[in-house]
């Protein structure tokens, strides 16, 4: 199932003209970075067939390598200009509420040892009705 992209519109109250700038951004990182996780891919057979065939060396082995790194440079160069760009276009109010997601991101994987300690309160109970 994909992703609801109108929750984050939702959730940092982005206007219209931001939402379509943000999915304009994603389209383009996402046709930069597909032929480059092609590469990747295609590299990455490469490399386990010539260490399966025996005939691999150091050298052709690390150009190989090499080639991959650059091409994980390049989407990490890509992915960082996107958010930036991203960042550029938001009010404050906006960008707090980013910086919150991005702390949240970075907790999420301890978050659950804190719940079972008891150091996290439980979420509040839905509305009556």
């Known amino acids: 199932r994909p992703p609801d992209f109108m929750k984050v519109k939702q959730f940092l109250n982005l206007t219209d003209a931001q939402f379509e700038k943000l999915m304009e951004l994603r389209q383009n990182f996402e046709r930069f970075v597909r032929p480059r996780h092609e590469a990747l891919a295609q590299l990455d057979r490469q490399l386990h067939q010539s260490l399966a065939s025996g005939q691999a060396t150091a050298a052709s082995a690390g150009e190989i390598i090499l080639k991959q790194h ?7 160069a890509a992915n960082a200009q996107k958010f930036q760009a991203f960042m550029g276009m938001l009010e404050k109010e906006q960008a707090d509420k980013m910086g ?12 659950d040892a804190f719940k079972h300690l008891g150091l996290v309160p439980p979420p509040p109970p839905p509305p009556q009705k």
């Not at 919150?100 to 978050?111: H, N």
């Open 70 to 76: 650059t091409l994980r440079q390049e989407i990490a």
């Open 100 to 111: 919150a997601i991005r702390m949240a991101a970075l907790v999420e994987p301890i978050f």
